[in-house]
């Protein structure tokens, strides 16, 4: 079961990660660990399959909860371009695969994931679900959390 006390970040989708940046740390009061980059970034979608997108992306420093900014094209589940703005929380658990399936078996809806499920059956170590509701949450494997916390401490 997901536990909200695991919630660890707030998503926001931008259309210029460098602006965003520059805004919201003064008026937030938050610091930014340095932005990644990635040309081909994994995510699969139930309408566009396994694909490599484009994204640019980082987070508060401060916590427990970070902010985290994205900033992508393509018309990717990432991208700003029809709704920027919040976008989803995430939340470690344990075990991404038993957390996607859960929700799902709730009547909740996969939107994306790391990896291909059609094909392998597992959901990588990120999955988006939605209820029916809206709320758009992560589940994010535990196990990369060290490699978080690394770089929120400078990395």
Do not use: K, N
């Amino acid at each position: 079961m997901i536990d909200m006390g695991e919630a660890f970040h707030v998503g926001v989708r931008v259309t210029d990660l460098d602006a965003a940046m520059q805004q919201l740390g003064p008026a937030l009061g938050v610091r930014w660990a340095e932005p990644r980059d990635r040309d081909d970034q994994p995510v699969w979608t139930p309408g566009g399959g396994l694909e490599r997108v484009p994204l640019r992306f980082c987070y508060s420093v401060e916590g427990p909860m970070h902010i985290e900014l994205l900033e992508s094209s393509g018309g990717s589940v990432w991208d700003a371009g029809d709704a920027p703005g919040t976008h989803h929380i995430g939340v470690w658990v344990d075990d991404v695969d038993a957390e996607s399936e859960r929700l799902i078996s709730l009547g909740w809806s996969l939107e994306a994931c790391r990896s291909d499920p059609d094909a392998d059956g597992t959901h990588g170590i990120f999955a988006y679900l939605q209820p029916p509701t809206g709320l758009l949450v992560e589940v994010v494997s535990r196990e990369i959390q060290p490699f978080f916390e690394a770089w929120w401490a400078g990395d």
